[in-house]
């Protein structure tokens, strides 16, 4: 299982920014139309994610008591923020006063203590993934004595194990939807995806790094393009060198 550290770097890379005193975790931002706000290395988005609801609302919350902003203003930039389409604050005062209360100093601090216990929270959960997929392809090597597998991706103490974690990270942190068929996937199961079952991707034997690319990006899950999955190699590679992976 990764350090925390090393999955903060992960999230930066797969966000486009590594977590440094350069990068964006504390500026807003808007992805797309069908967005709310989004903050921190993660890219907490306010219409979706509870852990992005409460830190800004206390950010808000906390600059109406210190008297930097009245009860209204609060309450209308929360409202905008919790929007599918929260752009539409961009050029609006309200988009300046934002920017300058995630950039201070205490909400900072909330920021930050809130990406830690979210990045807590996401190595146990997909360790927790890979142990029983793992776990799963051990019962089925034991009761088959004619199939022959090495551990592959599950190998323990291999890089690859990091390179799993850092693509479900960035992968489920944008589309948590697609957890059950990773996991299905990574135990051997016949894939189903919302456009029909995946064929020419079943497993005999645990998955090596390179059929988790294939499969990866042959489905078509990331944000609906292979091109974007070739972006995010192209963030996400450098980043887990960079750790070691």
């Not at 979706?48 to 800004?56: F, I, S």
């Not at 950039?103 to 929270?121: G, P, W």
């Amino acid at each position: 299982m990764p350090t925390l550290e090393q999955t903060l770097v992960i999230a930066g890379a797969a966000e486009g920014s590594f977590f440094n005193t350069t990068d964006v975790r504390y500026k807003p931002s808007v992805a797309n139309e069908n967005s709310g706000l989004s903050f921190g290395v993660f890219q907490f988005d306010v219409s979706t994610n509870d852990e992005a609801k409460a830190v800004l609302s206390a950010i808000l919350r906390q600059a109406e008591v210190d008297g930097r902003i009245d009860a209204r203003t609060a309450d209308r930039i929360y409202d905008q923020a919790e929007r599918r389409n929260a752009g539409g604050m961009m050029n609006t005062p309200d988009w300046q006063i934002a920017k300058a209360l995630l950039a201070n100093e205490d909400a900072q601090v909330m920021i930050d203590a809130t990406t830690m216990k979210y990045a807590k929270r996401k190595m146990l959960e997909y360790n927790a993934m890979t142990l029983q997929a793992k776990k799963v392809w051990e019962s089925k090597v034991s009761k088959n004595s004619s199939l022959i597998c090495d551990a592959g991706i599950f190998k323990d103490g291999s890089k690859d194990n990091l390179h799993l974690f850092a693509y479900l990270l960035a992968n489920l942190n944008r589309y948590p939807k697609n957890k059950s068929v990773f996991q299905d996937w990574l135990e051997g199961k016949n894939v189903k995806t919302a456009t029909g079952p995946a064929t020419g991707f079943e497993l005999k034997c645990p998955p090596s790094l390179d059929e988790m690319h294939k499969f990866f990006s042959s489905l078509r899950i990331w944000d609906g393009t292979q091109g974007n999955y070739k972006n995010l190699r192209d963030r996400l590679d450098p980043a887990l060198k960079k750790i070691g992976g």
